[in-house]
């Protein structure tokens, strides 16, 4: 059936304030809906607006009211508000009338776009400068081969962890482990726990490698490249017992906000990659941010919140320079702890 042209249409800007507007806020509904996407957006922008970088359109099919409750049932929409669940079944159902057709809805497929960038989302992090310290170039040089890989230098494929790890054991990725120092005192504190700290920057790497050489740490490994292709690629669904992400780059700039890690692709990536009962742990500084990271991780139905909102600081989580800088600015620090519902 060729695709009839939707006759009306929101203004671009107002549905961008809408937008902008309703990531801001925590999602009341917790159970499916995205709390990211506002109701009632017409086709093009719904695609313009709200898609996941890391989907292309395919098609659009319009399918008129008479056929749709059963079409409808079959695919689990949800009209103009869209659940991360349709987001992932890549089919979305978005009401309207269409030229010479009445009322109906638009069944737009999409599909995992092939190009690389994109699949992976905007990035969040910059290329940051790869020279290190004397102290950190000898640390690469004598513990990269047993402790550290870069992400091109993985097989293909889920990654062994109990071969690289040389043990079986509970496995926790911090993602963005920076300089390394609060990455360092976790695994002192829990080397009955395996700990992957993944981090683009090669002086942080450096930094903990000395760290781990200065703490005799086993428990340590290190993976120099971009997380969300790590987790896509090279962790089976369920394999991690827990996701740190600690002070990510706040990208404060509203232009820029595009790049923050914490979005609703990327935290369904990340959930899917933990077992059930598995944590997520974030920490932020950036009040916005925060309440970004709360309306995006309730909006992900197999994640429960641990709190009613924001968890109390837990003791054991290393104060790093991130933070003490926020508190002698006297911002507040938001912790959230989420656990991965069983069954899911
Ligand atoms: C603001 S720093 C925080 C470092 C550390 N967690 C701390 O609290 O001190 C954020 C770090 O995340 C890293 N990062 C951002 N996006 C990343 C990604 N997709 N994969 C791996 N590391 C990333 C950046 O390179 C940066 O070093």
């Known amino acids: 059936m060729s695709t009839p042209r939707a006759t009306w249409r929101a203004s671009a800007s107002s549905t961008r304030q809408a937008f902008a507007a309703t990531s801001s806020k925590p999602a009341q509904n917790t159970s499916s809906a995205s709390p990211s996407v506002p109701r009632n957006l017409s086709r093009d922008t719904l695609l313009k607006v709200a898609r996941p970088a890391h989907l292309e359109h395919r098609s659009t099919t319009f399918w008129p009211r008479a056929w749709l409750s059963r079409a409808q049932g079959r695919a689990g929409s949800c009209g103009g508000r869209v659940a991360e669940r349709a987001w992932r079944a890549a089919v979305v159902w978005v009401g309207g009338p269409a030229a010479g057709c009445g009322w109906g809805s638009f069944r737009i497929d999409l599909v995992e776009t092939t190009d690389r960038k994109k699949r992976r989302g905007v990035p969040s992090t910059t290329q940051r400068g790869v020279r290190m310290t004397a102290g950190q170039r000898r640390a690469w040089d004598e513990h990269w081969s047993e402790l550290g890989s870069k992400l091109e230098d993985l097989p293909a494929g889920p990654t062994d962890l109990v071969r690289w790890f ?25 080397p009955e726990v395996n700990h992957i700290a993944a981090e683009v920057y090669t002086a942080g790497l450096g930094q903990l490698m000395m760290l781990a050489e200065k703490y005799a740490l086993e428990n340590l490994r290190l993976l ?5 292709a790590f987790l896509t690629d090279h962790v089976e669904p369920g394999g991690l017992d827990g996701v740190r992400i600690y002070f990510p780059d706040p990208w ?16 369904a990536l990340v959930a899917s990659r933990l077992r059930p009962g598995g944590t997520l742990h974030l920490a932020t500084d950036w009040s916005h941010y925060a309440e970004q990271m709360l309306a995006v991780c309730e ?5 429960r919140n641990q709190y009613d ?22 911002r507040v620090v938001r912790d959230l702890i989420y656990v991965k519902r069983s069954g899911s």
Not at 169 to 189: F, H, K, N, W, Y
Not at 252 to 267: D, E, S
């Open 299 to 303: 909006g992900e139905p197999t994640l």
């Open 309 to 330: 909102d924001w968890a109390p600081r837990p003791e054991w989580r290393p104060v790093t320079k991130f933070e003490s800088r926020a508190q002698a600015e006297g």
């Open 252 to 267: 404060p700039k509203k232009k820029h906000h595009k790049r923050r890690l914490v979005a609703p692709a990327f935290i």
């Open 224 to 228: 120099q490249g971009d997380a969300i």
């Open 166 to 190: 040389g043990r079986e054991a509970p496995t926790v990725l911090e993602i963005g482990s920076g300089m390394g120092e609060g990455t360092a005192q976790l695994a002192v504190a829990a």
